[in-house]
């Protein structure tokens, strides 16, 4: 298990294109380091995702959560993992990101729920993708594209139960779940699903838990009473899912945790949940050299050399992803020492001091990881910028290439 946890082979690691997918390119030299590259380690994503079935109560299934390109991870690759761990459903945000991963072979039950007037209902539909509605004009454009695609469509209705964001407020869900089901006895759509999201379940024992814990059985009963009989129920999503077993009806719908990163230090580190991080992101040094004390570094000046010293230039930065929020702040291991951004992050590229400690162009610089070799984390990283672990992973940009490690 711990072995493809290490840089693996050039024959090993494959880089992935601009949609997340894995892509052949020769084996680098053994000489030649990429710039930066996130290593994702496909076997951890797996390990995950059956750490969180086996943290699943009552049956209930999981329902992992593959937006935003897998957090950052890569949807395609990361989508096939957590099938392949057990996964019974994957849900994105966008119906294009849906479509996305239905172009790439999946055939299982996938949810959407991010939607504005106007979109490709018609093809989400026709790739039998379950689409969520939350208002009456999602209704009305859903059987609309029904009728000219001649084919019903798999609905589910979401409730806002207190979150505030998306979803039918409580006093427009009787009239939305009577006209879904006046739309299923059509033959327009089968309701598959009614859920919502919990607004702070990241913190234990916040007030606002148990009125929307009441809040999602009362929007259950309304949709029983009108004639609905959905297949699954789901309201639990990374930090209820790992702390509050009262909420996992059918499905838990893990975000972030599938990833291995803890929703919030308040639920303990990833490990207190069986849970590891799957991303590592690495640099080669792109010079290292000494200069004197006094000598400024970066723009503005920020940071001023206390002494003589050695600098090292890791080649990323805030368009690669990098906080610029993370200046004079954020942690790399470098030559086996936690060293911090000294100055300011650049678009391509930030110096750490490295005092007196030698080094070479090429060297490796260890932004995060899991932990396990020294180097910091995500969750360190968003402790440096004052921010959470969620915005760190999924910022890395288009141009990291993915290194997909595998220990199959």
């Not at 009963?221 to 004639?227: Q, V």
Request: proline share 9%; glycine share 12%; charged share 20%.
């Amino acid at each position: 298990m711990n072995a493809h946890h290490t840089p693996a082979p050039a024959v090993a690691a494959r880089p992935a294109g601009p949609g997340g997918s894995p892509v052949d390119a020769p084996a680098p030299s053994s000489r030649v380091l990429p710039r930066v590259r996130a290593e994702v380690d496909l076997a951890v994503i797996r390990d995950n995702v059956r750490a969180l079935r086996a943290t699943a109560r009552g049956g209930a299934g999981v329902m992992a959560v593959v937006k935003a390109d897998a957090y950052g991870h890569g949807a395609v690759p990361c989508a096939r993992a957590a099938r392949r761990a057990g996964a019974d459903w994957l849900a994105t945000a966008t119906p294009e990101e849906a479509l996305a991963v239905r172009a790439a072979g999946d055939t299982g039950p996938l949810l959407c729920w991010l939607w504005t007037p106007g979109g490709p209902w018609a093809e989400t539909i026709a790739a039998d993708i379950d689409v969520s509605v939350g208002g009456a004009w999602a209704l009305r454009e859903v059987t609309a594209a029904v009728r000219a695609l001649g084919r019903p469509a798999r609905v589910q209705l979401k409730a806002d139960t207190g979150l505030g964001r998306g979803g039918c407020a409580p006093a427009d869900w009787a009239d939305l779940v009577a006209a879904a089901r006046a739309a299923e006895a059509e033959g327009l759509l089968r309701v598959t699903g009614v859920w919502s999201h919990l607004a702070c379940a990241d913190e234990p024992g916040h007030p606002s838990i148990p009125p929307q814990l009441e809040a999602f059985r009362a929007a259950l009963e309304e949709a029983e009473r009108a004639g609905l009989r959905p297949e699954v129920r789901h309201l639990a999503n990374s930090p209820a899912a790992l702390s509050l077993p009262e909420t996992h009806y059918d499905l838990i719908r893990p975000g972030l945790a599938v990833y291995g990163l803890s929703p919030a230090p308040e639920l303990g580190l990833p490990r207190d949940h069986g849970l590891r991080p799957a991303m590592t992101l690495r640099a080669a040094l792109a010079g290292v050299k000494r200069v004197p004390g006094g000598h400024g570094v970066g723009y503005g000046h920020h940071y001023v050399t206390p002494g003589e010293t050695t600098l090292g230039l890791v080649p990323a930065g805030y368009a690669d992803g990098v906080p610029r929020h993370a200046s004079g702040t954020g942690p790399v291991l470098v030559a086996g020492k936690w060293r911090t951004i000294a100055g300011r992050v650049a678009m391509d590229q930030f110096v750490v001091d490295l005092g007196g400690d030698p080094a070479e162009p090429g060297d490796e610089a260890v932004l995060f990881g899991p932990g396990d070799h020294g180097e910091p984390t995500a969750e360190d990283w968003a402790r440096a910028c004052g921010t959470i672990g969620y915005e760190i992973v999924t910022r890395i940009g288009a141009r990291v290439p993915r290194v997909y490690l595998d220990a199959d």
